[in-house]
């Protein structure tokens, strides 16, 4: 009978341990810049319930109507009190973050709630270069009542920029607008709606059906004929109300001081409905059609939707991992090896014994060591010690243990010197 061959399931990947250091280096580098910007560390779930996503993100959004990965309902006994619920992998964290910002009212402990999350989200997305249905997110959320400031969403464009230079991100394009508050957006919606209904028959069929249910996506829509259409509008910020006006001009008054460079493009208009005010994405050419590296915005309205007060706002974005990792020019920069102090090399089963004491002596003084659990050749046990890239090789043989001593080899130089057996921990402690 033929074995079963299993393979990742599409749109996965596997992080292998040779690309683990260049994963860690990003994460490293994001929670250094995060801590100096006062942002804390939270981590929710990797599953909620599948409305608070439909409610946050808007039933109508691309990745509600056709992305979400669903679990079987639980039918196990004893848990038909949720069997009502259905829930979802995480799509993204925003909606996740702002459930629990509600859940332990952290709008009755701080003004401003400052978070930052790394993680995996889950889009049944058709996968291609980029696009992934298991992908990381460097996620960042600033919540609190009467929080709105063009100054915090100048300093949250700042930190992504900060973020993806700290990554070795050179070629990148800051891309912002606003859609101002809920009322404008209806307003804007309408307007839209109207400039576009004449061209309908023109229209992608996917904008088509865009038309009623979600107009803004035909602004993003990649496709000729509506993009067409769309540069026919000559759309401009003239639908924003006074307010949402002064807003969105302190904010890039806000950007300028801080010397972040961006273009206003009046089409940005994002894929999740939460947002209002300000919205900003940051793409690179070098990435192929899957272009953008992060995006992010303000949703004021959000902690209400989700059952929060109407007093707290909210602003994020999140940056895609496996993108950032795709852009990264020199990533080489990154030492991939995870270095060995010691290889300790044994030429019978006796010695072995030994050598195995010797291992968790060393590990007890945090020197990193390891052994070949066969005991092969010395040839092969010097190539496997080469292969670990081993800075020292402690070498057990029978004349070694006569004179009870042990070779202790510098792989660099080749140098060898004899050491007590009694002494190896203390030499070697003293060299690495
Ligand atoms: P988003 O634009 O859906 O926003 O995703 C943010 C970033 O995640 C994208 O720019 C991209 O780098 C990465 N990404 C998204 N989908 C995929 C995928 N299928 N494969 C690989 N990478 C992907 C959000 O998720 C919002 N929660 C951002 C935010 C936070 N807004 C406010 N706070």
């Avoid at 690309?19 to 560390?41: F, G």
């Avoid at 030429?347 to 020197?367: A, H, M, Q, T, V």
Wanted: glycine share 6%; charged share 25%; proline share 3%.
């Amino acid at each position: 009978m033929e074995k079963n061959k299993f393979s990742l399931p599409r749109g996965t990947a596997d992080i292998l341990p040779e690309n683990i250091a260049l994963w860690q280096a990003i994460e490293s580098k994001a929670r250094e810049i995060l801590k100096n910007y006062n942002y804390k560390e939270i981590r929710t779930p990797l599953f909620e319930e599948t409305d608070l996503f439909a409610r946050s993100m808007g039933q109508t959004s691309d990745v509600v109507q056709k992305q979400m990965l669903t679990l079987q309902p639980n039918q196990r006994e004893g848990e038909t009190g949720q069997s009502a619920k259905m829930f979802s992998l995480r799509p993204e964290g925003t909606a996740s973050i702002v459930r629990s910002y509600i859940e332990n009212n952290f709008d009755k402990k701080e003004s401003l709630t400052k978070l930052f999350y790394i993680g995996p989200m889950f889009r049944g997305e058709r996968p291609q270069k980029g696009r992934l249905r298991q992908f990381h997110q460097i996620g960042v959320e600033a919540i609190g009542p009467n929080s709105a400031s063009p100054f915090l969403d100048a300093e949250m464009i700042a930190l992504s920029i900060d973020l993806l230079k700290a990554f070795d991100i050179k070629d990148y394009t800051l891309k912002i607008n606003s859609l101002g508050s809920a009322e404008d957006k209806k307003l804007f919606s309408q307007k839209l709606r109207d400039l576009i209904s004449k061209d309908k028959s023109q229209l992608c069929p996917t904008c088509q059906e865009r038309l009623d249910r979600n107009v803004f996506r035909i602004l993003d829509c990649k496709s000729k004929e509506c993009r067409a259409i769309v540069s026919g509008l000559n759309l401009g910020t003239s639908f924003l109300s006074e307010e949402s006006q002064k807003y969105y001009t302190q904010v890039k008054q806000a950007l300028k001081s801080l010397k972040v460079a961006y273009q206003e493009v009046p089409t940005l208009v994002r894929g999740l409905d939460y947002y209002t005010q300000t919205v900003f994405e940051i793409t690179s050419t070098s990435l192929g059609s899957q272009d953008a590296l992060g995006a992010g915005g303000r949703y004021d309205g959000l902690i209400e939707e989700l059952g929060g007060s109407n007093e707290v706002d909210g602003i994020g974005f999140s940056l895609g991992i496996e993108r950032i990792l795709l852009a990264q020019q020199e990533p080489s920069a990154v030492k991939k090896d995870q270095p060995l102090d010691v290889f300790i090399v044994t030429l019978d089963e006796p010695l072995f014994e030994k050598g195995f004491g010797l291992l968790s002596l060393l590990r007890e003084k945090n020197i990193a060591c390891d052994i070949s659990y066969k005991v092969s050749s010395l040839k092969s046990q010097m190539r496997l010690a080469d292969k670990m890239a081993a800075r020292y090789v402690v070498l057990l043989g029978q004349d070694e243990m006569a004179k009870s001593v042990v070779t202790l080899k510098n792989m660099a130089t080749g140098e060898q010197t004899q050491v007590p057996f009694d002494q190896v921990v203390e030499v070697v402690k003293g060299k690495v």
